[in-house]
């Protein structure tokens, strides 16, 4: 079990930006894949981004690409998502979560089993 504890959301201006952090306890963070997730109100969880356990590895949803950008540093046992040219459609609670490496990449079908409490992104226009 690994778990997470997402920090770094707020109310930021459209155009604006933020820096999620994803803290995770435990020595087998650096075994895991790592996602960014978010739900909007009234909507369903969506994928944002993906990262592999070396990190050399990253997939985004097509709503994000070119703004966001995801990281991990094994070291700290901290992922990171980096949200800039922020839009009032990015407003959600934003989710890290882990799941064992997939054989299929980034874009496979194992599930990710371990959340964090979630962080609130508000961008207003």
């Known amino acids: 079990q690994v778990p997470l504890v997402e920090s770094g959301g707020g109310l930021v201006q459209a155009g604006g930006s933020l820096r999620l952090s994803c803290a995770a306890s435990?020595?087998?963070?650096?075994?895991?894949?790592m996602g960014w997730f978010r739900q909007a109100p009234g909507k369903e969880r969506e994928f944002v981004a993906g990262?592999?356990?070396?990190?050399?590895?990253?997939l985004y949803a097509d709503s994000v690409k070119g703004r966001f950008a995801i990281s991990r540093d094994n070291a700290k046992n901290t992922a990171y998502l980096q949200l800039i040219s922020l839009k009032p459609e990015d407003t959600a609670v934003y989710y890290c979560?882990?799941?064992?490496?997939?054989?299929?990449?980034?874009?496979?079908?194992?599930?990710?089993?371990?959340w964090g409490q979630g962080t609130q992104v508000t961008v207003s226009s």
């Open positions: 979560a882990t799941r064992r490496p997939d054989s299929a990449g980034l874009g496979g079908s194992v599930p990710y089993d371990y």
């Open positions: 435990g020595r087998t963070f650096r075994f895991y894949e």
């Open positions: 990262i592999n356990w070396t990190g050399t590895k990253t």
